[in-house]
């Protein structure tokens, strides 16, 4: 009684199962008719082709475009990811191209994006860790200082790093705090407060004539903690100069000598260094740190700008201790997204 009455109804035109699937059978004979037997859909798109070849190559080997001019590399490595735009877009002029060849070339870029990127699409996250750190960039022109104060506090990080820091903005930032920290140290532009005792707190030479980086001793319950703070140079982009980085490159040399030479096992880096991992005018620190977000984080955790995050330029770096999971936190009222992390410490220093 039931097959009758499903035979009537498609036979009365209704969509039975069998009726769908020749529907989407001519759509597609109909979309690929044009296809079939064109033998010129290998020769049509070579130049989307190249162009889906060298797009895989500038990322297959960012590394080795030089920096003399501009600082064309350093540029190209700070939006490498965004390179990915471009992949969808070859995609769909060589349908509309009606090209194998380019088509099949766009798998190139679409590989060794997946191979330089794909592992951070992943969420890495562990529970695990005895320290939560956190880092922001308050913006010197920060319009409400006391909220952004409270907004960070709330993420129950232990240590708190802020940059750009205004002087006569910091009593602002100390009366907000001071209920959720009992320490803390300012040295110029930039400011450490802790839940844990801080000692041997001192400015960093990162050679720029003021101060916007400092170190601290950290008294942690799982045991002692280098934390530098650190806000490197800005960087622009100018038509008549390229990527103008120069002064940020050479206090990331002198931050990375100070890390280097640093006695205690467990060293975390907070701060905006005005670069991303991928940045290879970073490697002084880069070279011998992790970047949480890298690690153990979930996504890319674009910290710039807060209204449409394009770059991670803000950073949480460990060497020693060892990162278990990495956050962006909500907006405030600054330029930049805060971000936190927390990690465990390995290798106590008591």
């Given at each position: 009684?039931?097959?009758?009455?499903?035979?009537?109804?498609?036979?009365?035109?209704?969509?039975?199962?069998?009726?769908?699937?020749?529907?989407?059978?001519?759509?597609?004979?109909?979309?690929?008719?044009?296809?079939?037997?064109?033998?010129?859909?290998?020769?049509?798109?070579?130049?989307?082709?190249?162009?889906?070849?060298?797009?895989?190559?500038?990322?297959?080997?960012?590394?080795?475009?030089?920096?003399?001019?501009?600082?064309?590399?350093?540029?190209?490595?700070?939006?490498?990811?965004?390179?990915?735009?471009?992949?969808?877009?070859?995609?769909?002029?060589?349908?509309?191209?009606?090209?194998?060849?380019?088509?099949?070339?766009?798998?190139?870029?679409?590989?060794?994006?997946?191979?330089?990127?794909?592992?951070?699409?992943?969420?890495?996250?562990?529970?695990?860790?005895?320290?939560?750190?956190?880092?922001?960039?308050?913006?010197?022109?920060?319009?409400?200082?006391?909220?952004?104060?409270?907004?960070?506090?709330?993420?129950?990080?232990?240590?708190?790093?802020?940059?750009?820091?205004?002087?006569?903005?910091?009593?602002?930032?100390?009366?907000?705090?001071?209920?959720?920290?009992?320490?803390?140290?300012?040295?110029?532009?930039?400011?450490?407060?802790?839940?844990?005792?801080?000692?041997?707190?001192?400015?960093?030479?990162?050679?720029?004539?003021?101060?916007?980086?400092?170190?601290?001793?950290?008294?942690?319950?799982?045991?002692?903690?280098?934390?530098?703070?650190?806000?490197?140079?800005?960087?622009?982009?100018?038509?008549?100069?390229?990527?103008?980085?120069?002064?940020?490159?050479?206090?990331?040399?002198?931050?990375?000598?100070?890390?280097?030479?640093?006695?205690?096992?467990?060293?975390?880096?907070?701060?905006?260094?005005?670069?991303?991992?991928?940045?290879?005018?970073?490697?002084?620190?880069?070279?011998?740190?992790?970047?949480?977000?890298?690690?153990?984080?979930?996504?890319?955790?674009?910290?710039?700008?807060?209204?449409?995050?394009?770059?991670?330029?803000?950073?949480?770096?460990?060497?020693?201790?060892?990162?278990?999971?990495?956050?962006?936190?909500?907006?405030?009222?600054?330029?930049?997204?805060?971000?936190?992390a927390r990690v465990k410490v390995t290798t106590p220093d008591h």
């Amino acid at each position: 009684m039931a097959q009758q009455a499903y035979m009537t109804e498609a036979e009365n035109g209704s969509p039975g199962p069998e009726r769908r699937t020749s529907r989407l059978r001519r759509l597609l004979d109909r979309w690929g008719g044009d296809w079939r037997g064109d033998r010129r859909i290998w020769r049509r798109g070579l130049v989307l082709a190249a162009f889906a070849a060298l797009l895989a190559l500038v990322m297959l080997a960012h590394a080795h475009i030089p920096n003399a001019i501009g600082n064309l590399g350093s540029l190209t490595e700070t939006f490498l990811p965004w390179l990915v735009v471009l992949i969808p877009v070859l995609l769909l002029l060589g349908l509309l191209r009606k090209s194998a060849t380019a088509l099949i070339a766009t798998i190139l870029p679409a590989a060794v994006w997946l191979n330089l990127f794909g592992g951070l699409l992943t969420d890495k996250t562990a529970s695990g860790g005895d320290l939560t750190v956190a880092t922001h960039n308050v913006n010197a022109e920060n319009p409400d200082p006391a909220r952004t104060a409270r907004d960070v506090a709330a993420s129950g990080a232990d240590v708190l790093a802020l940059e750009e820091l205004k002087a006569s903005e910091v009593p602002t930032y100390e009366t907000a705090l001071a209920g959720t920290y009992e320490y803390h140290a300012v040295v110029g532009t930039v400011g450490l407060w802790s839940k844990y005792p801080l000692t041997e707190v001192e400015a960093v030479d990162i050679r720029l004539g003021w101060q916007r980086a400092m170190r601290a001793t950290v008294t942690a319950p799982a045991g002692r903690v280098a934390v530098y703070v650190a806000h490197l140079p800005s960087v622009r982009v100018k038509l008549e100069a390229g990527f103008t980085a120069r002064q940020r490159d050479k206090s990331a040399d002198a931050l990375g000598e100070a890390i280097a030479a640093e006695p205690l096992r467990n060293v975390v880096l907070l701060g905006d260094l005005n670069g991303t991992m991928n940045d290879r005018a970073l490697k002084a620190v880069t070279a011998q740190m992790r970047s949480t977000q890298g690690a153990v984080g979930s996504g890319f955790g674009f910290s710039w700008p807060a209204s449409f995050p394009m770059a991670r330029i803000d950073q949480i770096l460990v060497k020693g201790a060892e990162p278990e999971s990495s956050w962006t936190l909500p907006a405030t009222a600054s330029d930049h997204l805060p971000i936190a992390a927390r990690v465990k410490v390995t290798t106590p220093d008591h």
